[in-house]
């Protein structure tokens, strides 16, 4: 029976073309993710992608290491050397790509809360620079000031920020902030949601549709067997989709830019420098996609849930449609937006939302917003499942 139902999903000509057109896009995803990595040579050309990720993994390891205070100093001599020495804006931005991710640590962190500013690693002192680690708390107190927290709240996010381990120790790691930092992976779980619910969409109306529910629940196995089968199916294609999209993405961008500097915290990023979140790279891509898989289950079920009551495909496409894109636009309104970072579509976002420091407070206890809709979302796919089955089976003949 399990077979049937993977079957009627495969066989339908459309879902073929639904999966080659998920296909393109997880190929065209990766390849302007690729694109985005450049590398200028001497002469003021560029070079993106493959070739540029080889010349700067050699230039930036040439820094390898834990970036202690001497470190700091010595790289702000050289940055100010390299200034010093050439003719012109681009010349000096030529000259010091290999000490560009240390160079923005510098600019992010010591420029203060909203104050960014690209030159200031370009005039300031050494000795200034070796307070880099410092002045990161001094930040958290500048956020505090700046925003409305619980006194849990900032308790939590003080434990988080004392729980960073100075100094960092930094390496080449493009190829994982291509990943993970360009906007295509949000954008390519949302897609891939949505192109899951059309191929998912007839499963359980499939037979209301065709007319054929009489025969379906008058079977022998019609209300049991035949009902879990469609259960697993989906859930199947769900899972096998998913994953297959995004390790294909994942592994054609790390595989281009290289996989070295997985195990680097992602704070070596300066866009994540005032992040709560102690992890490394290689974790911060299995947050990121096993949050997304939660969030495809829940509303995918969801959306077969209502496709099982409403007996119409529609629900089933519009529904992951709604959720993925309907709560990031209405986020961007002031008062609704604490509310709609609760929103499953949040989990489709992970790697975009994880420098924000969203913190709630529940019962007198203050968690992450992914320590809360991880575990929640979770939890309410795996109730859904029994939910479908138990509707489904009660369903009555027209």
């Not at 206890?365 to 009660?394: F, S």
Request: glycine share 8%.
């Amino acid at each position: 029976m399990l077979r049937f139902e993977i079957k009627k999903i495969w066989s339908r000509p459309v879902n073929k073309a639904a999966l080659l057109l998920l296909a393109v896009i997880v190929l065209t995803g990766s390849a302007l993710a690729v694109r985005d990595v450049v590398y200028y040579k001497a002469d003021g050309s560029k070079i993106s992608g493959f070739f540029a990720a080889r010349r700067l993994r050699s230039e930036k390891n040439e820094w390898k290491g834990y970036v202690t205070e001497d470190v700091l100093k010595k790289m702000v001599k050289e940055n100010q050397k390299a200034c010093a020495q050439a003719e012109s804006e681009d010349g000096a931005l030529i000259a010091r790509q290999g000490l560009s991710d240390l160079r923005e640590w510098i600019n992010t962190g010591l420029s203060g809360e909203g104050g960014y500013d690209y030159y200031l690693c370009d005039r300031i002192p050494e000795q200034e620079a070796a307070s880099l680690y410092e002045k990161r708390l001094a930040l958290l107190r500048e956020e505090f000031a700046g925003q409305e927290y619980s006194q849990k709240e900032k308790e939590y996010l003080t434990r988080q920020y004392e729980k960073f381990g100075a100094p960092l120790y930094y390496g080449y790691a493009d190829g994982w902030k291509a990943l993970l930092d360009s906007q295509y992976l949000p954008t390519l779980m949302t897609i891939t949601i949505v192109i899951i619910g059309f191929l998912v969409s007839g499963v359980f109306s499939c037979e209301f549709q065709l007319g054929a529910d009489s025969v379906f629940f008058s079977s022998n196995y019609g209300r049991n067997r035949a009902i879990h089968a469609k259960i697993m199916a989906g859930f199947l294609v769900m899972t096998v989709v998913y994953w297959a999209a995004m390790l294909l993405f994942s592994l054609l961008v790390l595989g281009l830019l290289g996989f070295q500097g997985a195990g680097l915290m992602i704070q070596t990023n300066d866009h994540n420098w005032s992040c709560m979140y102690n992890i490394t790279y290689a974790e911060s891509w299995l947050l990121t996609m096993f949050g997304g898989y939660v969030a495809h289950l829940f509303i995918l079920l969801l959306a077969q849930l209502a496709s099982a009551k409403s007996r119409s495909v529609v629900a089933a496409v519009t529904i992951p449609l709604g959720l993925a894109c309907a709560p990031m636009f209405l986020g961007r309104v002031p008062f609704l937006a604490r509310v709609m970072n609760l929103f499953p579509d949040m989990l489709l976002r992970i790697s975009a939302f994880l420098r924000d420091n969203i913190i709630y407070e529940i019962g007198g206890k203050a968690y992450g917003v992914y320590e809360l809709l991880i575990p929640v979302y979770l939890l309410l796919a795996l109730l859904l499942m029994p939910a479908l089955y138990l509707w489904y089976k009660r369903s009555e003949l027209v």
